[in-house]
């Protein structure tokens, strides 16, 4: 049964929130279409995403846009379109997956990854690179010099390796020496990431999800399609935020962080819609073969785990 207030919720999100098109589109082929193989029949996704606002033009002008940026490809079968997504596309999702589906690490030992861009490298490649490196939550500790307090180094390789930069810059591990939660420590990581920027942003996101979480866990029965309309509204909110998070230990972040208290909402939240989600989703889209396949193994280890049907769900 729809909700009258999920409804209204919905419709207030899409009038009052901003929604690019592409980033909607991305947000759903990485929640949704990825863990069920990656491919879609392109009409039966547009009658997916109509009651996100999305008409047939925009979805058939993201879709291109998509194309030309190398996140999709596209496969003519008779009269139909059907949409994959590349290996490029697919390595940008693993580069993502964790930072949105995994709590980030509890302890930190108080080593940095350190990347260093020479003044020689410039134009695009220092752009590509800067703005990869941003996006996985290096900051810059000074001119031509950014830091992560991570240890992940196959996924600095990875990000050199894509942008051309793997031998044009140089990149090193740091040990913290002192206390890990020095003030001088502490100064330079607020200063570097923006934190009480964050912290709100954050704020912001709890504060619209929360009456839907209240909502739905009151609810005696769900209705499928206001189900895959919230999951995508809030992956897709979550991991708008999580553009600006560098997903710093806990040693570096303030007391009562509000990125912890954002996590847990959008993991609850998830945890209630995704079983009807998947339902109507499998209800809706196909591919060459027909119905979509079941979600791989790998989508039931979201957000500490999720339960798999017994038998795969089916419309």
């Known amino acids: 049964m729809k909700s009258r207030f999920v409804s209204q919720w919905i419709r207030d999100f899409l009038d009052q929130h901003a929604t690019r098109a592409n980033s909607l589109i991305i947000t759903i082929y990485g929640d949704f279409i990825a863990a069920h193989g990656g491919t879609v029949w392109l ?151 923006n934190l009480d920027t964050l912290a709100a942003k954050y704020l912001d996101f709890i504060e619209l999800f929360r009456p839907v979480l209240r909502t739905l866990r009151a609810a005696g029965d769900l209705d499928p399609e206001q189900c895959f309309l919230v999951q995508t509204l809030l992956m897709h909110g979550f991991r708008r935020v999580l553009l600006h998070d560098p997903q710093l230990p806990s040693q570096l972040l303030p007391a009562n962080w509000s990125g912890g208290v954002a996590r847990q909402l959008c993991r609850d939240l998830y945890r209630i819609t995704y079983p009807l989600a998947q339902q109507h989703l499998l209800s809706v889209c196909e591919t060459a073969n027909g119905p979509l396949p079941p979600a791989a193994a790998y989508f039931y280890e979201r957000f500490g785990g999720l339960d798999a049907p017994a038998t795969p769900a089916r419309p």
């Not at 995403?49 to 008409?55: H, I």
């Not at 693993?94 to 020479?118: C, K, N």
């Not at 942008?163 to 003030?183: C, E, P, Q, Y």
């Open 43 to 193: 009409g039966s996704f547009i009658r997916l995403v109509k009651p996100l606002g999305l008409n047939e033009r925009m979805v058939r002008t993201s879709v291109y846009r998509l194309s030309q940026e190398k996140w999709l490809v596209s496969e003519q079968l008779g009269r139909k379109s059907y949409y994959s997504l590349t290996t490029s596309g697919r390595r940008r999702f693993e580069h993502a997956y964790r930072r949105i589906y995994f709590a980030p690490q509890d302890t930190w030992s108080g080593e940095w990854q350190l990347v260093m861009i020479p003044p020689s490298l410039v134009g695009a490649h220092r752009d590509a690179l800067r703005k990869e490196l941003a996006w996985t939550g290096y900051g810059a500790l000074a001119s031509g010099i950014l830091a992560h307090p991570s240890g992940d180094t196959d996924a600095l390789l990875d990000i050199l390796q894509e942008t051309g930069a793997h031998d044009k810059v140089v990149a090193m591990k740091a040990v913290n020496i002192g206390a890990l939660t020095s003030k001088p420590l502490q100064e330079l990581v607020h200063e570097c990431w």
